[in-house]
Structures are given as C-alpha cells and as structure tokens.
C-alpha cells in the first residue's frame, strides 16, 4: 500500500511537473521589438564639393550633408572608394566625374546619392602689364636714372630731339620726336668711364612668363668702329638695383643689340622674348658702346600673347 | 409712463452702441499699441526709427532680449580665424571650435532678432498709406532694412521661412516653412533695388542710397554676379564718400565721411548703448573676454597691417599673453590717444560700422577680379591701391591675387564682421578654416558654414522646422 502511495505520489509529481511545462510554454517572454518606437528619422544622403587647395586643383574636398547617418561609402567614379564622413580627394585632372555616396544607419537603413562633381582647372592668372614711364623720352632724363652710381653717374643718356618718327602709340607722323641718345663720351663696355651713362627702370611683372621688350634704335653713320661694332645694348636684368655699379655686374635674363647703322632719323624696331623670373622683379638696363651718335625711342615692355 | 419709456428709449440707444467692436476691444488710453497707432506720417516714422532700434538691439547680458547686432561677432569674428574667447569656455567658445549647438543661447537670439526686425519693417510696410510726402523714403528704409536682416540669416542659416508681410500667430505654415536661399535672395535683390531707388544719402545712421547699393552690390558678388556688382560699387564710388586720412578717426570720429552705413548708439544711456565693446575687454563685461584676436589674426596684422595694425589690436595689459581689439574701445587708450567713449564701459556709445567706402573699394577689387585668380585691371588696382595708400603702404600694386585680396579685407576690415563672410563668398572657407581648426586642435568640417536652426524654433514649430546637416 505504501508502495501504491509512492507510485502514485509519483505519479503526481510528473503530472504536476507536466502541467507546468505546459503552462509555462503558454507564457511569451517580452521579444526585444516590444514597446519600441518606429524609426521615424531615416537617413538622407546628401553632400557638396568643393575645389580647396589653391595649389592643386585636382583635390576636391566633400562636404557630407547627410542626416541620421552613421556609416558613410564614398565612390569616387574612378574605382577609388573611401568610408570616411568628409573625406578628400585628388582626381586625376579636370573633368566630370559621377560620385556616389550611400549612408547607413544603425538599423541597417540606407540611403544614396549620386552627383555629378566638375573639376575645373583654373584660368591663367592674367599677366601684368607693366608701364614703362617716359618711354617716348617726352620727359627728357625723368624716370630713367638710377638712385646711386658709386664711381659713376646717374644721368642716363643725353636728351635728343631726333628720335624716331613713330609716335609711341605706333603712328608714324614722319616729324622726328624726342629721343636718348649716346655718344662715344658716354659709351660703356670696353670703353667704361665715370662718365658712361647708362638707363635704368624698374618694373615688377608676373613671375615665370615670356614677355617682349620692343624698342627702336638708329645709329648716326658707318664712318669708323669701336672694337665689335657700333652699337646700342638692352638688357633686361634680374632683379631691381639701386646702385649702378650693383646693376653693371647684375644677372642679365636678356640682351638684344642694335647695331646696323643706317643713318640718324632711320629707325629700327627690335623685338625681344625673354622669360622672367621666380620673383617678377626685372629692370630696363640701356647703354651704348659707340664711337658715331647712337639714338633710342619708344621702349615697350609687355607680356608675349 | 413717459418717463419710463424715455429711459426704455435710452436703454436700447446705449444697447445698440454698445455693441460696437470698441466695446470689446477697447483701445488702451494709457499706452500705445499698434492697433489704430499708425495714423498719421510722424506716427509711421517712429515706426521706422523702431525698426533701427530693432537692429541696435537691447543693451543687456540675458539671451531672452534681442541683442541683435551687439552679438554679431561671435558669428561673424569668432566662426572665423579671426577672434576666440579669452578663456576658451562656455556657451561662446562654441563658435571658435566650431561646435556649435543647435541650443546655443546666442544663435538663438540672432536668428529672433532678425525676424524681430523683420517683423518691425513689415509694420512699416503695412501703414505706409498713412505717409503722405514721405512714402517712397520709408518704403525704401523698410525694405533696406528688410533685405539687411535677411542677408544676415540667408548666410548664416541657409534656407530660412520668408515672411514679406506681418503675419498672424495662427499662419505658422509661413513661420517654419524654409524656403530656398534663391528665394530669398530674390526678395533681398528686389527690396535693395527699391531701397536704392526711393532713397538719396541724407543720413549715416538710416537707411540711404550709396547704403542700399553697396550692400546690393555685396548681395551680387556673393551670388557671382560680377557686372552688376561693379556697377553698383561704381555708383557708391561717385557719391562723394572718402577714405579718412587717418584710419583711426574711422573710428574714433562718427558720422566721418568713409561712414556709408552705421548703427548709432548713445554714451551712457540705458536704452540707446551698446555693451559688446566692453565685453571685448578683460573681465569688463558679464564675459572675462571675448572676441580676443587669435595670433593668426595677430600675424596677418604684423605682416600686412601698416599704419592699422596699431589701431586693430593690442596686447591685453592684465594678461599680456592675449590680444584685444582696439576699434570700438568704450573706456579709451591713452597710449593710443583714444579718448574714452563713455564713462561706463558696459553702457558704450561707439556707433556700429555696418557698410564704409573701404568696404566699397575693395568689393570692387572683388567685382572685377570675377571669381579669378587675380587682375592687372587698372580700375582694380587703383581701388586696392587706395585703401593701401591710406594705410602707409604706398609700395605701387601692379597686380592683385585673389590671396592678396582676401587678406587686405582681412587686416583693413578686421574685427568689423566680415571675416566669415569674406572666406565664404570668396570660396576659401573650407582650406581656410580646416587649416585653422587642424592648428588649434578644434572641429571644423564644412557643414560648419551653415549655423544650426535654434532648437528653440524647431520646438516651437512642433517639428515642422528642420534641421541642417551636421547638427
């Protein structure tokens, strides 16, 4: 009998045991989704671009205006990519390029935008078109002396009335105007002297580009010679001075002669390329090396092009 | 029985008048309120005179008053490489490390300060009828200082809603609707235009014609329509104004002739003064400083400054490590032989320059260079050339570069609320001012540009306002 008990009581124990599995599985545990909120801020892609380094203009920095985002997939057009939020770029050169970008949050919602990005390279800056003052020799000696000239003299050449026949705007009038002239007293070169006259101007133009000097020049006869030729020199210096003897052994950039004489009052225009340099700062360097009277007119200086 | 039917008679006249809208809303006898005020042209000017109190703003330290123009800088300075905070601490040093947030108390009190104004020059509008000879001149005024308040935020804040009429408390569709910065330029262009047209140059300290069209021209070039902003500059240049010889009198001597457009304010008058002036000193104001010159500011000074650096900065006599800016000081540098303003510093009377001829000059620079690299124009150069000349650099200019140009607007137009904008209109904000927060350790990404929309107006608006990218 006290077996049955126990048989029963054990009996009942596994119904009881059973019947509590079974409620229990009725139960349902709160899942993670319950009592939250609907996402109701999606993300939304969007970004501008824009060229930023003065120095190169082939990188193109992104600015992302993009919202709810937390993980970023850039796709340049170029097979390059980049998970970065503002990230910049170097494009190979100018053109339009297709950018992507496509944005995720943390639930796995994405979003994409596709622009189209235009590398432009920037114009040529415009070069500087320097004046040269007193070009015509109108105003005598004004504006062509140097400041200083340590063992020699500052005045530039000697005045003349028989310059070229050209106005300096290029109309011929065929009335001679004013001109500089040289004279085997004032020569240089080989014939250097306290009295050498040489004239001088500074101009400051754009750095690293071709400009013409163009100036007119006439030599008085053939009759004799000095030791390589009558002549009338142009150099474009490197560099501004304010001593003469600093200017006579100064870099040259470039030295254009005159030195057919075909007679006073017969002008002959030569034009000279030269590229300047890193700083833009050059000069005007005039002398003569000549036993007959030499003459200069219209002095011109601008970018080539 | 007669006597009873007069007072029934009486009764019933006394029903009927009574049932007039006065009865229910009677005007107040004791105050004035804008109902039924604007009913005379004197009436209607002082409405105009409020819409330049709206833009002096209140002389307080709370960020619930309008401050309007006296907290400009931390925007217009401190957003750029220009000035900091002395301490680097607090709601205001925000703006220099660029993290802004979208509860900040001072963004919050511009943006309301521009509507607030807004609102007073759309009063303005609404009652022109009752002008008789001066219609077309405060149609002109409201519309100029219409444009002045929209330009501000269209540039701070991007798309912003577009209210061009007084608007109800109900309409708020039309008070958190952002509309595009297209439109709202468009609005700015036609109200300068009409201000430039209905105005001539009587006054520094109102709206007037050269006013209207150098701040037009400024509104093209910020919109890359160059011609149009060198006509403009043009016009302004031929109205009789002048570089003041010595740049310190720009300053120091109101109502000078360089003077196009300014906010005026009175020494020592509670309801008319300014404080922003002492708080750019040391522990003068409610701040310990702010507005504080950066030492890259400093730098550019030194170097491209001439006879204004003097005059722009100096070093701080309590803390000589940190610079403070000299134009606008309240309590005078008798080093400098700047008399003080007023005899108490926080109730500061210097006048606010918004718009002078140098400003003028160099946006024409800006006009012809075009958006290039730099121009050889002799017109350019011989405005550039002006506004160097005066300050002592009379080296001759033969070209200028875009680089030149921005940092000559940056050392002649220093501390007066044009860095940030210069940087953007010019295209150099993000190399700039990455450069910059790299240097110093801050935060800047190019959603930075663009101020945040108060979250105090995102909540009012229950929502229907957004947000910009990046806050």
Redesign the interface.
């Known amino acids: 009998m006290k077996l049955i008990t126990h048989k029963f009581g054990m009996l009942f124990s596994f119904l009881f045991v059973l019947c509590l599995t079974i409620t229990s599985c009725d139960f349902e545990f709160d899942l993670p989704e319950e009592g939250s909120i609907a996402d109701n801020t999606l993300p939304t892609a969007a970004f501008s671009a824009s060229q930023t380094d003065a120095e190169d203009f082939r990188i193109v920095t992104f600015t992302n205006q993009s919202a709810s985002a937390t993980s970023y997939n850039w796709d340049f057009g170029t097979g390059d990519t980049s998970e970065e939020k503002d990230p910049s770029y170097s494009f190979a050169g100018e053109g339009v390029y297709t950018v992507t970008l496509d944005i995720s949050d943390g639930n796995g919602v994405t979003a994409s935008v596709t622009n189209e990005i235009n590398v432009i390279e920037p114009e040529e800056p415009d070069d500087i078109v320097p004046t040269v003052l007193n070009g015509d020799f109108d105003g005598g000696q004004d504006d062509w002396k140097i400041e200083s000239f340590t063992d020699g003299t500052t005045s530039p050449f000697n005045s003349s009335s028989d310059g070229s026949p050209v106005d300096y705007d290029g109309n011929d009038t065929g009335a001679k105007t004013a001109g500089a002239k040289w004279t085997m007293g004032t020569s240089a070169a080989h014939l250097l002297s306290g009295n050498s006259r040489f004239a001088y101007q500074a101009f400051t133009v754009s750095p690293n580009k071709t400009y013409v000097v163009e100036w007119e020049y006439a030599i008085k006869n053939d009759a004799t010679d000095v030791t390589g030729g009558d002549r009338l020199v142009l150099q474009i210096l490197d560099g501004h001075y304010s001593d003469g003897k600093d200017a006579l052994t100064a870099p040259v950039l470039s030295e254009t002669v005159g030195d057919d004489a075909l007679g006073k009052g017969n002008f002959t225009v030569l034009k000279t390329e030269f590229e300047t340099n890193d700083s833009g700062k050059i000069a005007i360097w005039m002398f003569g090396v000549t036993s007959e009277d030499a003459y200069a007119d219209n002095i011109k200086l601008y970018p080539k092009g | 029985m007669n006597k009873l039917y007069n007072i029934a008679i009486l009764a019933i006249s006394m029903a009927l008048i009574s049932c007039g809208d006065d009865y229910l809303n009677p005007s107040p006898t004791s105050a004035i309120s804008e109902a039924g005020y604007f009913e005379t042209q004197s009436q209607l000017e002082s409405g105009v005179i409020n819409m330049y109190d709206g833009i002096q703003g209140v002389n307080s330290t709370g960020t619930n008053n309008n401050r309007a123009v006296q907290i400009e800088f931390y925007m217009a300075e401190m957003l750029s490489d220009n000035t900091r905070t002395k301490s680097f601490e607090g709601e205001a040093a925000q703006f220099e490390s660029y993290d802004v947030k979208s509860t900040n108390g001072i963004i919050t009190d511009y943006y309301r300060s521009m509507y607030d104004i807004i609102f007073r020059a759309n009063t303005v509008l609404a009652n022109l009828e009752v002008a008789t000879t001066k219609k077309a001149q405060f149609e002109g005024e409201a519309k100029f200082v219409r444009a002045y308040a929209y330009f501000n935020l269209v540039r701070l804040f991007g798309d912003v809603p577009l209210l061009d009429r007084v608007v109800d408390p109900l309409e708020t569709d039309l008070q958190f609707t952002r509309v595009g910065t297209s439109q709202v330029y468009d609005l700015i262009i036609s109200d300068l235009t009409t201000a430039a047209a209905n105005l001539d140059n009587s006054y520094k300290t109102r709206a007037s014609q050269a006013g209207a069209q150098a701040m037009l021209a400024k509104v093209h070039l910020t919109l890359g329509n160059y011609n149009e902003a060198r006509s403009l500059c043009e016009s302004v240049v031929g109205a009789g104004f002048a570089l003041e010889p010595n740049f310190k009198d720009v300053f120091y001597n109101e109502g000078n002739d360089e003077v196009i457009f300014s906010i005026g304010y009175l020494s020592d008058d509670t309801d008319d003064s300014q404080n922003f002036s002492s708080e750019w000193l040391n522990a003068v104001g409610r701040t310990s400083g702010v507005n504080y010159v950066t030492d890259e500011a400093v730098t550019a000074l030194d170097a491209l400054g001439g006879d204004r650096t003097a005059y722009s900065y100096r070093v701080d006599a309590i803390q000589n490590e940190q610079h403070q800016v000299v134009k606008y000081l309240p309590n005078g540098d008798d080093a400098l032989g700047i008399d003080a303003v007023s005899s108490n510093p926080v109730l500061a009377g210097n006048d606010w320059i918004v718009i002078r001829y140098a400003d003028v000059l160099l946006m024409h620079v800006e006009a012809i260079m075009a958006g290039?690299?730099?121009?050889?124009d002799g017109a350019a150069i011989a405005s550039f050339q002006a506004v160097r000349d005066r300050a002592g650099l009379t080296t001759?200019v033969?070209?200028v570069?875009k680089?030149q140009l921005l940092d000559e607007r940056r050392v002649e137009l220093a501390f007066e609320n044009h860095r940030f904008f210069d940087l953007v209109r010019m295209?150099a904000a993000?190399?700039v001012l990455?450069e910059y927060s790299t240097n110093n350790g801050y935060n800047f990404?190019?959603?930075d540009?663009i101020l945040p929309i108060p979250q105090r107006e995102i909540n009012l608006s229950n929502g229907v306002l957004t947000?910009n990218?990046?806050y």
């Open positions: 290039g690299i730099n121009t050889v001759v033969s070209e570069t680089q295209g993000i190399e990455s990404s190019g959603t540009l947000q990218p990046g």
